[in-house]
């Protein structure tokens, strides 16, 4: 099983970028996928997670600059991010809690990481 995310890169404050994050191998089922970052010098910090019936919650400190949501037929999670600022710089990591088909449950499954930059 692994997560491959996508979609980071350089923005210009105020701007926008879109994360996507797609799970594949042997998964029977995904119970929850989130978003991690960390950010230079800073611990890894939850963004936003969403579990298998769309509830959704973020950190406090977003003042509902984000939104997550994710795509169960093809096990992709996303992370739209809009108004974004230089304190946003960060690698953004995405997460899943799920089963493989041998009925083993993994809850922290790591993505590799992408790079967010927000310019000033």
């Known amino acids: 099983v692994q997560l491959q995310a996508s979609g980071g890169g350089l923005v210009q404050a105020g701007g926008s970028l879109r994360l996507s994050c797609v799970a594949s191998g042997s998964i029977f089922v995904i119970n929850s996928m989130g978003w991690y970052r960390q950010a230079p010098g800073k611990e890894r910090e939850l963004v936003a997670s969403i579990d298998n019936s769309g509830r959704a919650d973020y950190a406090d400190s977003l003042e509902g600059r984000f939104t997550i949501s994710r795509d169960n037929a093809k096990n992709t999670v996303y992370l739209q991010m809009s108004s974004l600022k230089p304190e946003d710089t960060a690698v953004y990591y995405c997460?899943?809690?799920?089963?493989?088909?041998?009925?083993?449950?993994?809850?922290?499954?790591w993505g590799q990481g992408t790079l967010v930059t927000v310019s000033s």
């Open positions: 997460v899943a809690d799920l089963y493989t088909v041998s009925r083993v449950r993994a809850p922290y499954v």
